[in-house]
Structures are given as structure tokens and as C-alpha cells.
């Protein structure tokens, strides 16, 4: 069964420094999306992107966040400057089509912002 | 964006029934509702879904209330496998796509 890869597995970093979350998603997927999820919270939307662009953002993207397609088979998460509340679970999805049926989730990179 | 409320935590013996309560009681009328579960250590495994009609498959069964305030998701023989952090979800709209607001998740412990 196609899956969606996310590296590293677990990242640390030091606060301040730049950090870049990387993912494969499934390769005849066109929408990919970015959740997280903060130690004992809820699963959190950060992001939608389709056709080399954002489609929708939520509050938490702000300007330390960006993503990015750098080719035909990656999509990246970069935080610039990471804060100690940065710390949590990465997820990374990809869907056919905006109205699919699931989502198919990576298994996360856990941040750990120190 | 609250959107769901689900009891913390369950446990359920194995081979039987396992029944996840969540109460949706905003959702608005083309908004999907969706089940997905969280085995430890990896992402988010899609179980079920539906708008308004129960809805059954290989894996589970999803009842919806008339108002479709409230659904139930059934397990109908849990396994140890099954164990897991469940979490009710509303698909909501966006700006040309759809996103998931998760609700905070029951942790189901299936016992031996």
C-alpha cells in the first residue's frame, strides 16, 4: 500500500536555529497538507498546498513557517527560527483530489526544540 | 473551532463490541464527519466516514444521529490490535480545499 514518508523520524534543534521537516507524499497525489500535534494536545491543521501554492493556512502558520515543492516528489516544512513551543509531532498528508475520500498521513517527525 | 467532544478514554474486552461515542453538535450540514485512528508512534490511519446515512466497511460502522449532533463509531469485534487513540474529526471547507478539525481523541484500551 502507497505511503507517505516524513524525515527524520525525531529532529532536535537548538532554539533560534532553522529546521526543515521533509516529506514524500503518495506520487499521484496533488494536495498536501501539514498538521501537528503538541505533546497531549490535538491534532492541529498548519497548511494546505496545491499547484505550487498555499490553498489555505491556519493561524498558527505564521511567518517563521513556509513550505515548499522543491521538485516532483518532496514537499517540505521549514520553520526559521525555531521557539521552544515549536516542540511537537509533524504530520505530513497527501489526497488525490481536494474532496478524497481519506487522507493518507505520514508517520510524523517529532521536533524538539531545546 | 471546537467542533467534537469525546470521552478521554474507554476500555473494551476483546471480541466484543467497542462503541466510540462523539457529540458534533455545530457541524453544519455539508460537513463531513470522519473517524481516523492513531496506533502509537504512527500518523493517523483513516477508519470511516459519512454525512448523514450510517455507514458500514470492513473495519467498523459509523451510526449518525437524525440531527447528526452526535455519531458512534462500532468496532464490532475488537482486537488487542484495535488499541489505539480514535479521534472523531469534522471535514470542514476552506479556501479550495478541506481540513480536518480533530477532536481531542478516546483512547480505546482493548483488554485480553
Known amino acids: 500500500e502507497p505511503e507517505v514518508t516524513q524525515t527524520p523520524s525525531h529532529q532536535v534543534t537548538q532554539m533560534g536555529q532553522e529546521v526543515i521537516l521533509r516529506c514524500v507524499p503518495i506520487s499521484n497525489h496533488l494536495y498536501f497538507y501539514w498538521y501537528r500535534q503538541i505533546l497531549g494536545q490535538k491534532v492541529e491543521f498548519l497548511v494546505s498546498?496545491?499547484?505550487?501554492?498555499?490553498?489555505?493556512k491556519s493561524e498558527i502558520f505564521d511567518d517563521q513557517f513556509s513550505v515548499e515543492r522543491p521538485d516532483g516528489s518532496n514537499f517540505t516544512l521549514k520553520i526559521r527560527s525555531t521557539k521552544l513551543e515549536d516542540s511537537a509531532m509533524y504530520f505530513c498528508?497527501?489526497?488525490?483530489?481536494?474532496?478524497?475520500?481519506?487522507?493518507?498521513f505520514g508517520s510524523g517527525t517529532r521536533l524538539t526544540v531545546v | 473551532d471546537a467542533k467534537t467532544t469525546q470521552p478521554p478514554s474507554m476500555d473494551c474486552a476483546e471480541g466484543r463490541a467497542a462503541n466510540l461515542p462523539c457529540n458534533h453538535s455545530?457541524?453544519?450540514?455539508?460537513?463531513?464527519v470522519y473517524w481516523y485512528r492513531q496506533i502509537h508512534s504512527q500518523g493517523p490511519q483513516y477508519i470511516i466516514h459519512g454525512l448523514k446515512n450510517n455507514e458500514t466497511n470492513e473495519m467498523a460502522s459509523l451510526i449518525i444521529t437524525e440531527d447528526r449532533k452526535s455519531s458512534t463509531l462500532i468496532l464490532p469485534h475488537a482486537t488487542l490490535r484495535d488499541t489505539a487513540v480514535y479521534y472523531c474529526i469534522v471535514r470542514v471547507a476552506g479556501s479550495g480545499t478541506y481540513k480536518y478539525i480533530f477532536g481531542t481523541g478516546t483512547r480505546l484500551k482493548v483488554l485480553a
Open positions: 498546498f496545491y499547484n505550487n501554492e498555499i490553498s489555505e
Open positions: 455545530t457541524i453544519s450540514g455539508n460537513e463531513y
Open positions: 498528508a497527501s489526497s488525490f483530489n481536494a474532496g478524497a475520500i481519506s487522507y493518507t
